[in-house]
């Protein structure tokens, strides 16, 4: 479902590991694109490749094949400093295990990708964001006070902050039970809709997966969209 | 069940908190030991490489002409001390034809017990050292005398009634002190032979000594059982009271005390530190074990014999460590002392490293692990507001009282404690004051992409670690710019103390009439002298009217009153000399005396008292007008008694006394002086001013090895304290690079929040321990307070980059690795 204006292009991409005894690979020539404002779920089984794939695609990591375009420039051949200023202003995050900094407040984690994007009113914008999530009361307390499906509010808080073009989220409600998952996932369906972001998540849940507008399935390292692998070198 | 299971030591050795708190303890055990054997086989070295100078560990010296009786000397040996007769009298002497006046020694033949005899067979023979005296029947004499006589080695030369062979040539004894009554050449004969000379009758003027050397308990035993004979002309003298070296090993004994006492308090800083890390680290396995039913006591019992198990480990291995590190350190002293390495270890000495470990371990790691039977089980699913800072307080309080009681009880020093203690407070207070200016000031700062302001958000949002960190940085600093401020203090003293142009030799006996002669010729040699004092010998006799025994109570020892007192008339007043109450002469005044300061407190003398002296046959009173402090280590003529010209000694009978420095090279001048001069003595001193610049420079050295220890230690303690946070910056190092943050950002935004961390502290730090040092100069080392600029510059400096390149080093993973990889490990 490639369209014309791809956020997301992925050719050939190979990812292998070394290991003490040789190399292990994890992703095998995966081909991809993902539109503007798309929604795709990455669904598949623990061990499969979602995660790797997922960093690969945020430009967390550099795979050892392949191409990937992150709104038409070449991620993967671009310095680590590169991507980081990329990352500041293109991609957001929402993380399994939320990674909120411990030490710091629900505002401050807030206005943390604020403040790196040198923004001087970081305060307002991510008291407001806090409000959007219903934790406008919140706001000075830490992540160790608040409950799980409260600290992943605070991180797609975060993660929208930026305004970011394209949104990277790792089994969201993984960490949540069912209601707060809801709840959560509806949070983050909607703020992705408002904003226009293109929305990128790995996740084990099906109700979620189904609620994108797309699903790709990983098995054994290989790519395939609804279930069916591709033939060698086409885009799906 | 669980609890077993946790308490398992091996389970315990693979948490990183565990291994900082026992390691902490390594260091601090190694350090204390160390500092706690070096100090004393530095003392036991230096005491017996000093009591050469009096040639045993202790001298019994009478003057009131009786022998000492033969049964102290028998008590002696029973203590199992060795003991050697020494007999001191002027007399004089035939030979070669000639008559010389001259003074004798005669030593017994174990003399000396300490230190050796220079000596020489003959005046063109190798000298050599020799652990004994002439024989029975032999003498030695000075060289100057073998010339004066006319006399060579061989000859006869006639004590009274006894004729003694001249075998050789006495170029040094260990114990030749200086006193003034060493007047005229010396000789030395054995003790054996005096009886037969005859010399000595009943009022003659004759000193006996007795050399005692021993084990020190031995000493103070024999010491203890002698005291109540001792008469007032009796004198028991330790090396402690021969006043130039004393100070310096005073003041060394007191530095290395401080050194002990400084480590006790990095190390308990360490342990602190490690232990509430740790503590932090277990509330979530305490809560865990509540939630499987484990009750609070049982929790307290478990980690215990957990602390328990790290305190004996940690205390082990501490001494272990020690032990090399002690040996490196004296193999170090052995060889500038050029004597055989002492291996032994003083056990009695590791007490304060043990102590330290328990109280480091009960007063610092126990309580905030005790506390976390307080842990509330409903923390495993929410922890509630405010948990993390409750009881600090109480810690903070019983440390104090722990290391100060621990201080206090290691060097028996009131004053040091309280200069430490005060430098402390007036840290903290400080500390306090800038704590809230910085959560003030930084409050408003946002932070926007720019290293700067990031710095300082991040100094802003870690208050609480910042600060806390601050506090032990500053701590840490503050020991060590105390040690480093009294170390240069003390060095720059004795260096002060002992110019490379110390006079080393003293004319004594210089009559009225050869006063100019002299002047000119020490003048003509380009010998820089000191003023020529005239010297009137008196006693003190009454004090108000009052003979001075009954003025005087009974139980002050005050030997001045035993002797006769040299006495002086000077103008100017000295330039090491100070005015401590009263004035000075002024001049044309005629009437008055300045007494010196200490002498004038064990006399219970103040201004206005009348002093009355008798010289010969006259008596002389007069006012005190002044009172003055004496530089005694100076080695310059010093007095206790001082009028002003024109004054009550006027028309006295005085000889003048002078000191000048003459180099080894330029010796042969002496000779010229002594044909030209005979009835002057010279007394040479260099060779003591030589042995007290070798001893002051191995304790410079040992307090350089002790400094380097301190700071090593004090290194420790802030990596310690930075890798406590260790885990929480990476998580927001690699968070921030998954934001977006680029990597030179981050590098800079960091060091700059260590740089600005250390820079803060290392200014606390170091006023506080100027505030320290200031107290414990005033009372301790009697040196003047100056501010240390360049210390005050530097230290914040420094501690600001060493800082910061703890920082950059921290970061380290999270650059070199990619942000994935490190949040996954760190999930």
Redesign the interface.
């Known amino acids: 479902m490639a369209t014309g204006s791809d956020i997301l292009k992925v050719t050939d991409l190979t990812h292998e590991v070394a290991l003490g005894s040789g190399t292990l690979r994890i992703l095998h020539n995966v081909n991809l694109s993902i539109g503007a404002g798309e929604s795709v779920a990455i669904v598949g089984r623990s061990g499969s490749g979602k995660t790797?794939l997922l960093?690969l695609l945020a430009g967390?990591?550099?795979p050892t094949h392949g191409r990937i375009e992150l709104d038409g420039q070449p991620i993967s051949q671009m310095s680590?400093?590169e991507r980081?200023?990329?990352?500041?202003?293109r991609?957001g995050?929402v993380?399994q295990?939320f990674?909120l900094?411990?030490?710091?407040t629900a505002l401050?984690n807030v206005?943390?990708?604020l403040?790196?994007?040198?923004?001087?009113d970081?305060?307002d914008q991510a008291t407001e964001l806090l409000r959007r999530v219903g934790l406008g009361e919140r706001l000075q307390?830490t992540p160790?006070?608040l409950?799980g499906g409260e600290q992943q509010r605070v991180a797609i808080a975060r993660a929208f902050a930026?305004h970011p073009k394209i949104l990277f989220a790792d089994e969201p409600t993984g960490n949540l039970d069912n209601n707060t998952g809801q709840a959560v996932s509806d949070l983050l369906m909607a703020l992705n809709r408002e904003q226009g972001t293109t929305l990128v998540m790995v996740t084990h849940d099906e109700h979620l997966a189904a609620r994108c507008g797309r699903q790709l399935h990983i098995e054994a390292g290989e790519v395939s969209e609804n279930g069916v692998v591709p033939a060698q070198g086409v885009a799906v | 069940m669980a609890a077993t299971q946790l308490a398992r030591s091996n389970r315990d050795w693979r948490q990183r908190d565990v291994r900082v708190l026992v390691a902490a303890l390594i260091v601090a055990v190694a350090t204390v030991a160390t500092i706690a054997l070096y100090a004393s086989h530095l003392e036991r070295t230096l005491v017996t490489s000093a009591s050469a100078f009096l040639a045993g560990d202790r001298q019994l010296e009478r003057e009131n002409g009786q022998p000492v009786p033969q049964a102290w000397r028998d008590e002696a040996e029973r203590q199992g001390l060795a003991t050697a007769r020494m007999v001191e009298f002027s007399t004089m002497v035939f030979g070669g034809g000639n008559f010389q006046l001259v003074s004798v020694k005669a030593v017994s033949d174990s003399y000396p017990l300490r230190g050796q005899v220079e000596f020489q067979a003959d005046t063109d023979a190798p000298r050599q050292m020799l652990s004994h005296g002439p024989g029975p029947g032999d003498v030695w004499l000075n060289p100057r005398l073998l010339r004066l006589l006319g006399l060579e080695i061989g000859g006869t030369v006639e004590v009274g009634n006894r004729d003694l062979k001249v075998t050789g040539l006495l170029i040094r004894e260990p114990d030749a002190g200086f006193s003034m009554s060493a007047l005229a050449p010396r000789i030395m004969m054995h003790a054996d032979d005096v009886p037969a000379t005859g010399v000595i009758q009943p009022g003659s003027r004759v000193e006996y000594v007795n050399l005692f050397a021993g084990a020190d308990d031995a000493l103070e035993r024999f010491h203890a059982w002698l005291e109540p004979k001792l008469g007032p002309s009796d004198e028991w003298k330790s090396i402690q009271d021969g006043q130039a070296l004393s100070d310096s090993l005073t003041k060394a004994r007191r530095f290395l005390l401080l050194g002990g006492s400084l480590a006790v308090l990095l190390a308990s800083v360490a342990v602190a530190v490690a232990s509430r890390q740790y503590a932090m680290g277990q509330r979530d396995t305490v809560a865990l074990l509540k939630t499987l039913g484990v009750p609070g006591r049982r929790i307290s019992r478990l980690y215990r014999v957990r602390l328990l198990v790290w305190g004996m480990t940690g205390t082990l291995l501490g001494i272990l460590l020690a032990l090399p590190v002690f040996w490196g350190l004296a193999s170090l002293t052995a060889g500038m002392l050029d004597r055989k390495m002492d291996y032994s270890v003083d056990v009695l000495s590791l007490w304060p490293a043990l102590v330290t470990a328990l109280v480091a371990l009960f007063a610092f790691a126990y309580p905030p692990i005790q506390r976390l039977r307080r842990v509330p089980a409903m923390r495993v699913l929410r922890s509630q507001p405010g948990e993390a800072g409750r009881g600090v307080w109480m810690d903070v309080v019983i440390a104090v009282i722990a290391v100060f009681g621990l201080l206090w009880l290691y060097a028996g020093e009131l004053w040091m404690v309280l200069a430490l203690l005060g430098g402390l407070a007036a840290l903290l207070g400080i500390l306090a004051l800038a704590g809230w200016l910085l959560v003030l000031g930084l409050r408003r700062v946002v932070g926007s992409g720019n290293a700067w302001r990031l710095a300082l958000v991040g100094l802003y949002r870690h208050r609480r670690a910042s600060l806390s960190q601050i506090a032990v940085f500053a701590m840490t600093l503050m020991l060590a710019a105390t040690l480093i401020l009294v170390r240069s203090s003390l060095l720059d003293d004795w260096q002060a103390q002992l110019p490379a142009d110390a006079p080393n030799h003293f004319l004594i006996n210089i009559g009225p009439e050869a006063v100019d002669e002299v002047r000119d010729f020490l003048g003509k040699h380009d010998l820089s002298t000191d003023e020529l004092y005239p010297m009137v010998r008196g006693r003190l006799t009454e004090i108000n009217g009052k003979p001075v025994r009954e003025a005087v109570s009974k139980d002050r020892e005050v030997r001045a009153l035993n002797r006769e007192l040299n006495l002086t008339w000077m103008q100017d007043l000295p330039s090491d000399n100070q005015i401590v109450k009263g004035n000075w002469f002024q001049p044309g005044q005629t009437e008055g005396l300045s007494i010196e300061s200490e002498l004038a407190q064990r006399l219970g003398v103040t201004l206005g008292d009348r002093l009355t002296f008798t010289i010969g046959s006259q008596t002389i009173t007069e006012p005190v007008t002044s009172i003055r402090t004496v530089q005694w280590d100076s080695m310059k003529p010093n007095f206790y008694m001082v009028f002003p010209p024109g004054g009550a000694l006027d028309g006295l009978p005085a000889t003048w006394i002078t000191s000048f420095y003459l180099g080894s090279s330029r010796k042969g001048i002496l000779n010229d002086f002594t044909r030209r001069f005979p009835t002057i003595s010279v007394l040479e001193i260099d060779h003591i001013i030589d042995r007290i610049r070798e001893i002051v420079q191995q304790v410079t050295q040992a307090i350089e090895a002790i400094l380097a220890m301190i700071l090593a230690a004090a290194i420790v303690v802030m990596a310690a304290v930075v890798s406590a946070t260790l885990q929480d910056r990476q998580r927001e190092g690699a968070l921030l690079r998954t934001l977006g943050g680029r990597q030179r950002l981050l590098v800079n935004s960091t060091m700059l929040e260590f740089a600005l961390l250390g820079l803060f502290a290392g200014i606390l730090g170091v006023l506080a321990g100027e505030v320290a040092v200031w107290a414990l100069q005033y009372r301790m080392f009697e040196g003047a307070f100056h501010w240390h600029w360049r210390v005050v510059l530097l230290l914040p400096l420094v501690s600001a980059a060493v800082l910061a390149v703890f920082g950059r080093w921290q970061l380290n993973p999270v650059l070199r690795v990619s942000p994935m990889l490190l949040l996954r490990r760190l999930e």
């Open positions: 790797t960093g967390l990591d550099t680590e400093d980081a200023s990329l990352r500041a202003r991609v995050f993380f295990s990674q900094l411990p030490a710091l401050e206005m943390l990708p403040e790196l994007a040198g923004q001087t970081a305060s307390h160790r006070q409950s930026a």
